[in-house]
């Protein structure tokens, strides 16, 4: 119920709705005279190795055939003193065909996807040899696994938040409701004021400490209003004024009904309050068990749920029965039901919230010209805390500044692994500088083997003692036999003849 305050009444606010009398039939008073401004409201509801000595296709000579293998691209490593590689020219041209092919966005584009594929490889952990050789590196590493903590903390409250955010989110706050009238007495005729006696009741409201910056009208809190005047003053048709929301309505700060007369009325105010979720009203003998007076669908039947697990009132053996006790049985007439007919036997049971009810006495005394009363009543809404959380999901510029970060991290890490090596490369080279420079030579010779397709070891066969070994005069005679019968061949198609 509404608890009464005497408060001194507000100063009147022009965005009032006018509200029109009628009945359920539709009837309507005459129209009095309205404000100018005020609105009226209608009342309605591979490569092969090969053996040395075995007669090649190509030993130390160009390519003429086609290739087989990979090619390669980019810039050769050469051993310091050397020429060119023994590339053929059927290769360079290949590379040089293939480069002048490629447009500047493709070689943009492919070198952006190695960046990135390098940035998805790369790890923020310091390697173990840099950690060892920069012990204040630890630090970087403690913080490291912090973050690490601290991501998965967020991502835990994330989810938690997204689980929130899908229930009602609300607070109960006080509405001030501001009921006032005004009486203006009838005019002798000649006048320009009004010749007949008449009186303005305005029904205003607002949230008392609202931190919201966009205020919320009066009209959005409630789904209906209904006036009911003296019965016997404007009769069993027309003493009823109502408002009820529709999907085309717009908010309003306030109501206002004007009507003539010049005694005093009674009046009563059925306030419907408009509940996001709707909420339902229990049957009392169902309400006196599961200790629900007036909530929502959905709690209803946790409630429900509750007083069937507290009571073990599910079959042992079909789980999808209620075994009903004798509260049940007088509730839902039946000794046993299933479970999915519930939300059917529980429709019966729920009724429209009870409405505010109001009782005020419009008074038409000269003196009073203005009198005013204050009913506080509880509201539910929003919780501002719903609006941050979901600022909070749905903000990028932490998400896009933490990628930048990230960013910065991994091409510093990789910038310390290339420092890192170059610094073990120099190292090596002022510590012994001679075994350095064979081991690299050696390196750079298996590089170029490799990428020229070069059978063989070039290192051996440029020494004396590699044509000494036993095998030789074997792989000279197979490779003079094969260049005479190549001879032989070429001759018999030159001259049509087959030589025996």
Known sequence: MASRINYPGPPMNPNLNQMNAGHAGGMRMPAMPQTPGYRAMNASPQYNQQRPGMPPTRVGGPMTGPLTGPSYGGNMFLRPGMGPSAMDASRKRFLQQHQQQQSPQQALQGGVRRGTKRRKMADKVLPQRIRDLVPESQAYMDLLAFERKLDQTIARKRMEIQEAIKKPITQKRKLRIYISNTFTPGKPEGDDAEKVSSWELRVEGKLLEDPGKQKRKFSSFFKSLVIELDKELYGPDNHLVEWHRMPTTQETDGFQVKRPGDVTVKCTLLLMLD????????????????????????????????????????????????????????????????????????????????????????????????????????????????????????????????????????????????????????????????????????????????????????????????????WVPEAVGRYIYSKVQQRRMELEQVLGIRLT
């Not at 709707?278 to 209803?300: F, M």
């Not at 509730?331 to 009870?354: T, W, Y």
């Open 275 to 470: 509940h996001q979720p709707p909420q339902y009203k229990l049957d009392p003998r169902l309400a006196r068990l599961l200790g629900v007076h007036t909530q929502t669908r959905a709690s209803i039947m946790q409630a429900l749920w509750l007083y069937i697990k507290n009571n073990k009132l599910q079959d042992g053996h079909e789980k999808e029965f209620i075994n009903c006790n004798r509260y049940f049985r007088q509730v839902f007439n039946c000794p046993r039901m299933r479970f999915s007919e519930i939300p059917m036997k529980l429709a019966g049971l729920l009724q429209h919230p009870d409405p505010i009810i109001i009782n005020h006495m419009i008074s038409v005394d000269p003196t009073d010209q203005k009198k005013t009363a204050c009913y506080d009543i509880d509201v539910e809404v929003d919780d501002p805390l719903k609006g941050q959380m979901n600022s909070f999901l749905s903000s990028a510029t932490n998400q896009q500044e933490i990628s930048a970060l990230e960013m910065k991290i991994h091409e510093t890490i990789e910038s310390i692994n290339q420092l890192k090596t170059q610094r073990d490369f120099m190292l090596s080279f002022s510590n012994k500088p001679q075994d350095f420079i064979q081991d690299w030579l050696k390196s750079q010779s298996r590089d170029l083997k490799l990428m020229t397709d070069v059978v063989g070891n070039p290192e051996e066969e440029r020494r004396s003692d590699f044509y000494q070994a036993p």
